[in-house]
């Protein structure tokens, strides 16, 4: 049973940083695409940013690009998302995923997800 735990969340001032693990159990992602999304009350899930399984090609949404990173570790199965210089606007829970087919920008590309983790910026 693959399963993902998110960590890392909490409450910051806008221009804090936060950093988010994915631990990954159950299977190896190495060779899997991984995936960072957010949802924030009333909205519908969004992209944030996705990795290669080599770690070699990221993507990222427009309104992170520049402020967040996305890394992983394939020996500790894990996946990383820095995020620098935050905004109220980037409050959200947020999710990370196992990428199996299509788009990395889509939701429905991805096939295994975690419970998340809330983020909270305060201006």
């Known amino acids: 049973q693959v399963q993902l735990v998110e960590s890392g969340g909490g409450l910051v001032q806008a221009g804090g940083s936060l950093r988010l693990s994915c631990a990954v159990s159950?299977?190896?992602?190495?060779?899997?695409?991984m995936g960072w999304f957010r949802q924030a009350p009333g909205k519908e899930r969004e992209f944030v940013a996705s990795?290669?399984?080599?770690?070699?090609?990221?993507y990222y949404a427009d309104s992170v690009k520049g402020r967040f990173t996305i890394s992983r570790d394939n020996r500790k199965n894990t996946v990383y998302l820095q995020m620098n210089s935050l905004k109220p606007e980037d409050t959200a829970v947020y999710y990370c995923a196992r990428r199996t087919t299509g788009s990395s920008y889509y939701p429905t590309s991805y096939d295994r997800w975690g419970q998340g983790t809330q983020v909270t910026v305060s201006s």
């Open positions: 990795i290669s399984w080599s770690g070699g090609t990221t």
């Open positions: 159950g299977r190896s992602i190495s060779s899997y695409d």
